[in-house]
């Protein structure tokens, strides 16, 4: 937690204002029983009624100045949390976005999705709590004890007997409750987990007709969440009835013993209801004061996941700044013996590959699912790092590019049709943020996206929904390889992005870009033989090795697997006058 307090810088001030006042609230109400004895002991034991309305104001005004106090502590208080879950939340997300895919991969996204909001909310409300209370509570328990001692110093020892036997059994408590609400909060990742396959895989799950069984494992995930939270609850629930036996055990004893004083003469009435009064302040303030413990226990564990993901530092670095290129170079990518294995897998997904793919070539990559086909172009951006050999852009090894000038280089068109909620014009901006309506245009008619857009009644501002939803399939294809073209990339990649697409239109597609990118080096990863068979090289992947390397022509004649793949997808004279 305290590794979280420096996103309170700037709050310093709220910091320091909201327990101050706080602790001025706590000293008016420790005024209270003594205002309270004197209008027994005096007041009404005199029959004085002036004084009694006199010390009647005295009690409102203490209230009243009470509670301005809280309510200028609540304020700054809630302010300085506010500014730190908002500090906090910012920090994480940009951490979160700094982290590899390998990171990625290996967190899950359901927990950095619980994290960067359950538990940054919990931390927030610990926070929150922490200014208000922390200092108050022990205030008044201490304030109370002082206070009553100044009334009699042998009554006192009750106090000293009952305040440490209160604390322990809150301790207790305090301390079974810790590891549960540990475990709620991993529980509750499993729950996001569930909730976001769900929604995210809607028409899947109703497509097979597994509404129930889904419904079924999340009532489970729910359940095993929910017996969690009652048992801290119960546990939680004993701390009323306990503290409660004490306090009042305690009350009976100073009824008892300061009858007996009253009766010799050593206390007044007035005084006893004091001391009871202290006595009910320090119970009320002990709960307080646990109820504070729970929440910051809370936050304690949120605070540790939260840590956690700050723990995670990226396996990628590069430098800030670019490098200076050779223009002779005519290889835009190389590969040399590159070997790569994800996170704890068992074996590598690809091994010594080699090829060089020049500039302006068209790259085709085709092989079964598993192959390894969009693992080879995951490394070229470097969203993963090769384990052995090299991966050089323009003949610089793409660890020695800045990200921003690496990826600046590449557009790249992922396997799933991602859109963003706005318009289509924000969406085609992303690459290249000055884009004008002319590049935007000329873009989407590359990508045979042109001509479904110009229908759309408001064009380049038609709204795009989360997710693009609002698209058919071949729609969201297009609109991202818009996206990718935007800004006239050195290399682009097509990562299966065409598989929504007819076969008119992906060969209107594969013409256009072949036509009007020249210079562009464009890798094509595509499970249909017919979409790369017109590239300048075609690697053939097998088992994440390079089953072949070649023209069609070639491959036709000289590779085993390519010819299986032709063969299973086109007709035996199809093939044979290929």
Not at 349 to 356: A, E
Not at 366 to 385: C, E, Q, W
Request: net charge positive; charged share 20%.
């Amino acid at each position: 937690m305290k590794d979280l307090l420096k996103y309170l810088k700037g709050y310093t001030k709220e910091s320091i204002i909201a327990p101050l006042f706080k602790m001025l609230e706590a000293c008016f109400e420790l005024f209270v029983p003594i205002v309270t004895a004197r209008v027994i002991d005096i007041g009404i034991k005199n029959s004085d009624n002036p004084y009694i309305w006199k010390q009647c104001a005295l009690l409102v005004a203490l209230g009243i100045i009470g509670l301005i106090c809280s309510l200028i502590a609540q304020y700054y208080a809630a302010k300085a949390a506010f500014g730190f879950g908002t500090n906090l939340r910012a920090d994480l997300y940009r951490h979160i976005n700094k982290l590899s895919y390998t990171e990625l991969d290996t967190v899950g996204t359901p927990t950095l999705v619980t994290r960067i909001t359950s538990d940054v909310n919990q931390v927030q409300t610990g926070v929150n709590l922490f200014l208000r209370l922390f200092l108050r509570s022990p205030f008044i328990v201490v304030g109370a004890v002082v206070m009553a001692l100044s009334i009699s110093i042998k009554m006192t020892a009750i106090f000293l007997v009952a305040v440490p036997l209160i604390s322990l059994a809150i301790f207790l408590i305090v301390k079974l409750t810790i590891p549960i609400y540990k475990k709620v909060q991993n529980t509750l990742d499993r729950v996001v987990l569930l909730t976001r396959e769900n929604y995210v895989g809607a028409r899947v799950v109703r497509a097979f007709s597994r509404q129930e069984d889904e419904k079924e494992a999340f009532a489970q995930t729910n359940k095993v969440l929910k017996g969690k939270q009652i048992k801290a609850g119960r546990i939680s629930a004993l701390m009323n009835p306990i503290t409660y036996v004490m306090v009042n055990l305690a009350i009976i004893a100073i009824l008892l013993a300061g009858g007996r004083q009253v009766d010799a003469g050593n206390l007044t009435q007035g005084e006893v209801i004091a001391l009871i009064n202290y006595m009910n302040q320090i119970l009320l303030a002990l709960i307080v004061l646990a109820n504070l413990v729970i929440t910051v226990t809370r936050a304690w564990a949120s605070a540790i996941r939260v840590n956690e993901v700050f723990a995670q530092k990226s396996s990628m670095s590069a430098p800030d700044l670019g490098v200076m290129e050779q223009e002779e170079v005519r290889e835009a990518v190389v590969f040399d013996h590159v070997v790569f294995s994800y996170a704890n897998a068992q074996a590598p997904s690809l091994s010594d590959i080699s090829f060089r793919a020049l500039k302006g070539q068209t790259i085709g990559i085709i092989g079964g699912t598993g192959s390894g086909k969009s693992t080879l172009v995951n490394l070229i951006p470097r969203f993963y790092d090769a384990v052995e050999g090299k991966v050089l852009i323009n003949g610089i090894p793409v660890q020695d590019y800045s990200f921003p000038g690496l990826r600046g280089k590449i557009g790249i068109v992922p396997q799933k049709s991602v859109l963003f909620n706005g318009t289509i014009g924000e969406n085609m901006r992303w690459g290249k943020a000055d884009a004008t309506d002319e590049e935007i245009w000329k873009a989407l008619s590359i990508a045979q996206a042109k001509d479904f857009v110009e229908k759309k009644h408001y064009g380049l501002d038609e709204h795009v929904t989360t997710g693009g939803r609002n698209f058919s399939g071949g729609q969201r294809q297009r609109l991202c390889i818009a996206r990718a073209l935007v800004s006239a990339p050195e290399i682009l990649i097509l990562d299966d992005s065409a598989s929504a697409l007819d076969f008119a239109t992906d060969a209107a597609l594969r013409k256009a870009i072949k036509e009007e990118t020249k210079g562009m080096t464009t890798f094509i990863v595509s499970q249909r033989a017919a979409t790369v068979q017109g590239a300048d090289q075609i690697l053939v992947l097998d088992e994440g090795m390079l089953a072949g390397i070649g023209t069609h022509q070639e491959l036709i004649k000289s590779c085993e697997v390519y010819r299986e793949i032709c063969q299973s997808q086109f007709s035996k004279e199809e093939v044979a006058g290929l």
